[in-house]
Structure formats: structure tokens, C-alpha cells
């Protein structure tokens, strides 16, 4: 493409200025292909963002990014021609569809009928069902009450889907296994709902067991032309949402491939689509598939499947909303190679793939080509809010075939070095080297079908790591001895080094080291004969490379020193070794007698206890809300609740202490 003629083709729509009304990795993706075409972007920022990018609009998530009223102030303010709403809730909001019309402003996504149609989810089955696309058994009627949503779920038979009508990106979307958690799935989804899309009205389908996860990109313009970018794979996931993607499907047979395609553009055409969606699809064992719903936006991983048909998406976004035509037709769009897109996570996947905040200390990623993307809107230094999704970053990368796909996946993962918080980094290298995963043999259940393999019982660390991690230490103390003497100008101080030097005498000195957060009843000591030390360390910027050589073995790990740990980083994967602090600096813990702590700053959405009541272990305490997930506090230990420390819509901080127990009286 010329795109010194972009900006002449898109005069008849009259784009020259675009406002994106959404943060992060996708509001730069959009900004960089609007500066490649000539379009200007205006951006916005919440308070929680301040430090990032451009006019303030306010206030956290729901008052920021989702205020349709301040968005279109800022529009019309800044002059912008249209708005590009990402992927965020405004992106499938009718009313803000509706809102850019009135102003003349150009929305740059589906008219507001398409995104009514199949954004409420019972309307689409109908819709669906007479497009001739199939669709699973569920109930989709008006009759909310608790007693009629259980009825159809026993007559649909359990396992059971509960989902939200406006649901989207996993929110307000649980799984009743048996009547007996059926209530509590389906208050907690309602909840959900409320808070995401201010609408609570649900509907149940049939769970597949075992199911792949398939999604097709389609994109139509304004002239009726429709077609289908083919398909994604996107079954691994955690919490309903999607941890890695890869497109083509592994496994899928040309045949079924054109079926999916045509099966998502008759469901398209059906709603006069128009610009760039994704039909989603259960399919089974058999790769007979069926209609999920639709979501009338990008999605998160359209970058897989620009890289495989050698496609800007953003850009035929920009171009249809103008008023042009599809860039090409469906024969004309090729199938080449194969692409994954690994999402990197601020959580603890050794926690239930809990999320995280905090700063990102130390950020190095691998070199950026035609091959490998990297999709981000975070730099060494930033913070990762608790008051959005998690992710960091999106790592993309293709190869001639899946094989090779992989492995430029798995390699670029091992130079994805990040220090400050928790990632998901070592568990997408420990999943894309699994052999069922290797082999394509993916589904919605993959993680908890290998479970052991995926998350493994932590071993001691190597000798290496251990000699690599007391290298670095002692090498940056002779370093900083160094320095001391420089700037004292005496090069023989006995005052520049605290190790104890005697002179004339040979010694020796331990050095006790922990491997990760928690230590052994005996840390790892290692003896070291003080002799002048072998190996070097080589800076550049905040990240040292050790040159050393452990069991006559050369290696050259990448080390990030901060305090006394140091966090090391190899072809093998990642680890932290730091020297223990004594107990007398350690301090105390910030329990209240054995009760629940928070384990994330967030918002305590409902208090489920109240002071002299008696619980179990396991049972619920409180519904927290944190990084857009719910999370259900459950109690640690049985006892008598003796005090509570917060109440509803009250903030928590990470560590904070929720409740204290009365320790339960022992049987005499």
C-alpha cells in the first residue's frame, strides 16, 4: 500500500484526526497505524495513568475510559473526526455507538444495530439459528427468576454454562458443575455483570466438555462485501479467558476450515456486519462446532492473524469506516505460515494464576522484526495498575510452520526478562514445551487436565544457579569496594570492603542464599576459598551479563541485582536467589491471628460474615474485586469471626488483614 495516498482515499469519510478511547498495549497499536496512514490520534488517560499519555478524563476505570459523556467531550474538543474504542466495553456499547452518530462523529466499529444483535447473547442464538449457523441447547428467555435459570439448567442437564446477555472477555460467565453450587455461581456471575456491564440478565447453556475454543476473524464494509481472515485457536485459558492463541488451528482440516469461514460470514451478513469482528465457536472432538457468540470489536489477538495473511487491520478499520471498500476479497486472501500470540501477565500462576500490581523494576524483551511483534504499552519503570486487566504485553511470532512457530515462540519467552513483580513467563514456557501442546492436541481443559506436568514441585537449585547467584554478589561487592576507593582516593582504605580480609592468610567464608520468596528450614550455604575470583560482569544499564565458568562449563546468564537478590535469567528459565535477612530485621507478619489477608489491592465487594459468627475452612468471607476479576476470599482455617475489618465498597491493600479469628476452643 501507498499510504503517501492515504490520506486523499480517506477524504471522502473525512479521517484525519482519530481519537483513541483506550489505554495500553492496543490504544499504541491503533496510534502507530493511524501515524503510518497520516491520521492524527488524539489519546486519553485516567488518573491511574497519568504518567503515560494525553488529555485527562478522570477518575479510575468505570469513570474514565467508560464515560461515554466525558470520551465525547474530549472528541469533540480535540477536533478528532472519529473514535476507535480498542477492544474496550465502549467498543460493544450500543449507547456510544448511537452517541458518536448524533455528534457526526465517525464510530469506528459496527453500526449500532450489529452490536445489539449480537451483543445481547439470546437475541444472536435466534438470529444465528435462522442464518443456518449451528448453535448449542440453552435457555434464553425473559424469566429471570432464580427458580426458572435452575429448572432450565436441570432440564439442560449438568454440567451447566452461566452467562451473561452482555457479556464479553470472560466477565459474568461461571460454571455450575451440580445444583448444589448452582446459586452461588449464578449470584456470583450477576454480580460480574452488574459492575461490567450494568445489565445482569443471564442466560444457560449447555457446557461441552473438553471443548476447543475456535474463532474466526471476519470483516465486512459498507458496499455488503464480507469475508473471513480464517480461524484462531484460543482453547488454553484460565478464568474463561485466553493465556495463549495461535492461528491457523492446529489439526484443522482445509475442509472444516472453509465450513467455519462461511459459517462466520453468513453470521456477518446476517446483522450487516461492518468492519472487523470475531465469530466464536465450541467445537468438539469431532470438529463439529457451534455458535458461542460474537464479538463486535478487534479482539485481543487479532495480531496472529494479520501475521499469517500479511494484513493491517487496523488500517482496513480506518479504510471501511471511510467508506472504502475491503481491501480484497476473499480469494484473494492467502493462508501463510503459522503465528502464536503468548499473553505476559502480572499473576502468580503457582497461586491460582492470582493477578498482580507494582512497578516493573527491570523490563528487557526480545529484538522486535517481521517476525516478532511485540505489543505493549508499558517501559522499564512504569507501574502495572490494580485498577485494570494484568497484562503487560503481548508477544507475537510467526514461522513457515507450527514447528518453527514455536520455537521462535519459546525463544523469544527465555529473553522476556522482567523484575518487580510476578509474570506468567516461566508457566508459557513450561505450556508451549509441553508435548500434548506440541502436538496441537489443545482444549479448554488443557491446563487442569496436566496439572502435575504444567506445575511441577520446585526443586532445589543447581549448583550452577547457586555459584552463578554468589558470583554476581561478589563480584558486584568488589565492584562497589572499587568505586569506594575512587571516590576516597586512597587505593589501599581497609575501610572499602566489609569481608573480612586478613592479610597473608587464606580463608574461607560462607554464604547462606534462598531460593525464592520462602525459605528452607536450612538455606543452601556455599563455602568459597577467597582467591582472586573468576569471571566478570559486563553492564548495560540496569541488567549485568556474568561471564563465568561453573564444572568447566562456560555460560553467560543475565543478571539483575537489586538489594541483596539476585534474579537470574537463562536459556533454562528464570530464578531468584537472594541471601536470607535474619529474623530480627524480617519484622513481624501482618496476619490477625491466623484470619484472611488481602492478596491484592482491590475493592471489597461484599462482606459475607459479620463478627461471632462460626466458619469452616473453605468457606466464603468476602467478594473482592481486583485487576477486572472477582475474587471470593474463603476462610484459612475453621474458628469464631471475632472482628471484621471492612465493609462494603471499602478499599483494600495488598497484605491488609480482612478478618481476625477467635481461635476455636480445643475439646477437652
Not at 488500517?315 to 472504502?324: D, H, P, Y
Amino acid at each position: 500500500h501507498s499510504y503517501l495516498r492515504s490520506l486523499s482515499l480517506l477524504g471522502q469519510g473525512r479521517i484525519e484526526k482519530v481519537l483513541v478511547a483506550n489505554r495500553g498495549e492496543i490504544a499504541c497499536r491503533v496510534m502507530r497505524t493511524a501515524k503510518k496512514m497520516g491520521v492524527r490520534s488524539v489519546a486519553v488517560y485516567s488518573d491511574a495513568d497519568r504518567h503515560s499519555i494525553c488529555i485527562c478524563i478522570y477518575g479510575a476505570s468505570h469513570q474514565s475510559y467508560l464515560s461515554m459523556e466525558k470520551v465525547m467531550e474530549v472528541a469533540k474538543r480535540s477536533g478528532s473526526h472519529a473514535v476507535h474504542p480498542g477492544y474496550g466495553f465502549l467498543s460493544e456499547n450500543t449507547e456510544f455507538a448511537e452517541a458518536c452518530k448524533q455528534e457526526g462523529i465517525i464510530f469506528i466499529g459496527p453500526p449500532s444495530s450489529a452490536i445489539r444483535d449480537m451483543g445481547i447473547k439470546s437475541t444472536s442464538k435466534y438470529i444465528m439459528s435462522a442464518a443456518g449457523v449451528p448453535i448449542i441447547e440453552g435457555y434464553h428467555g425473559e424469566d429471570q427468576s432464580d427458580e426458572k435459570l435452575q429448572a432450565e439448567a436441570v432440564r439442560i442437564g449438568y454440567p451447566v454454562m452461566i452467562k451473561a446477555v452482555r457479556g464479553g472477555g470472560g466477565k459474568g460467565m461461571r460454571i455450575a458443575h451440580t445444583a448444589e453450587d448452582f446459586h452461588e455461581q449464578l449470584e456470583s456471575a450477576r454480580r460480574e455483570a452488574r459492575k461490567s456491564f450494568n445489565d445482569d440478565v443471564m442466560l444457560v447453556e449447555k457446557f461441552v466438555e473438553d471443548p476447543r475454543h475456535v474463532e474466526v476473524q471476519v470483516f465486512g464494509d459498507q458496499h455488503g462485501n464480507a469475508v473471513y481472515l480464517f480461524e484462531r485457536d484460543c482453547s488454553v485459558q484460565r478464568r474463561h479467558q485466553k493465556i495463549i492463541e495461535e492461528a491457523p488451528g492446529p489439526g484443522i482440516s482445509k475442509e472444516v476450515r472453509r465450513k467455519l469461514g462461511e459459517a462466520a460470514v453468513r453470521a456477518a451478513k446476517a446483522v450487516n456486519y461492518v468492519g472487523a469482528g470475531t465469530v466464536e465457536f465450541i467445537m468438539d472432538a469431532q470438529h463439529n462446532f457451534f455458535f458461542m457468540e460474537m464479538n463486535t470489536r478487534l479482539q485481543v489477538e487479532h495480531p496472529v492473524s494479520e501475521m499469517i495473511t500479511g494484513t493491517d487491520l487496523v488500517e482496513w478499520q480506518l479504510r471501511v469506516a471511510a467508506g472504502e471498500r475491503l481491501p480484497l476479497l476473499q480469494e484473494e486472501i492467502e493462508l501463510m505460515g503459522h503465528s502464536f500470540e503468548a499473553r505476559i501477565y502480572a499473576e502468580d500462576p503457582n497461586n491460582d494464576f492470582l493477578p498482580g500490581a507494582g512497578p516493573l523494576l527491570h523490563l528487557s524483551t526480545p529484538l522486535a522484526d517481521e517476525c516478532t511483534r511485540i505489543e505493549t504499552g508499558v517501559r522499564e519503570g512504569d507501574e502495572v495498575s490494580a485498577h485494570y486487566d494484568p497484562m503487560i504485553a503481548k508477544l507475537v511470532v510467526w514461522g513457515e510452520d507450527r514447528s518453527a512457530a514455536l520455537r521462535k515462540l519459546r525463544y523469544c519467552l527465555r529473553q522476556y526478562n522482567i523484575v518487580g513483580l510476578n509474570t506468567n513467563i516461566d508457566f508459557l514456557l513450561s505450556l508451549s514445551g509441553h508435548p500434548e501442546f506440541e502436538a496441537g492436541n489443545v482444549t479448554t481443559s488443557f491446563i487442569p487436565q496436566h496439572y502435575e506436568q504444567l506445575f511441577p514441585k520446585p526443586s532445589p537449585p543447581s549448583r550452577a544457579t547457586l555459584c552463578q547467584a554468589a558470583l554476581g554478589l561478589l563480584l558486584r561487592e568488589r565492584a562497589s569496594t572499587q568505586t569506594f576507593r575512587d571516590q576516597s582516593n586512597d587505593p589501599f582504605s581497609p575501610f572499602a570492603s566489609s569481608n573480612g580480609r586478613r592479610v597473608n592468610i587464606l580463608y574461607s567464608m560462607n554464604m547462606m542464599l534462598q531460593l525464592g520468596e520462602t525459605s528452607e528450614s536450612k538455606p543452601p550455604s556455599i563455602a568459597q576459598r577467597k582467591q582472586p575470583v573468576s569471571g566478570e560482569v559486563e553492564t548495560e544499564g540496569q541488567t549485568s551479563f556474568l561471564h563465568c565458568s561453573v564444572n568447566g562449563v562456560k555460560s553467560r546468564p543475565k543478571l539483575v541485582i537489586l538489594d541483596n537478590t539476585v534474579h537470574l535469567f537463562s536459556m533454562e528459565g528464570s530464578a531468584e536467589v537472594s541471601i536470607p535477612v535474619p529474623k530480627f530485621l524480617a519484622g513481624v507478619s501482618t496476619g490477625a491471628q491466623g484470619g484472611a489477608v488481602a492478596p491484592m489491592t482491590g475493592t471489597i465487594e461484599k462482606v459475607l460474615v459479620k463478627a461471632g459468627d462460626t466458619v469452616q475452612m473453605g468457606d466464603s468471607l468476602m467478594v473482592m474485586n481486583a485487576m477486572k476479576m472477582e475474587h471470593i476470599i474463603r476462610a484459612p482455617k475453621a474458628g469464631i469471626i471475632k472482628k471484621v475489618f471492612f465493609k462494603d465498597g471499602s478499599q483494600a491493600n495488598r497484605h491488609a488483614a480482612l478478618v481476625e479469628f477467635e481461635e476455636a476452643a480445643e475439646e477437652e
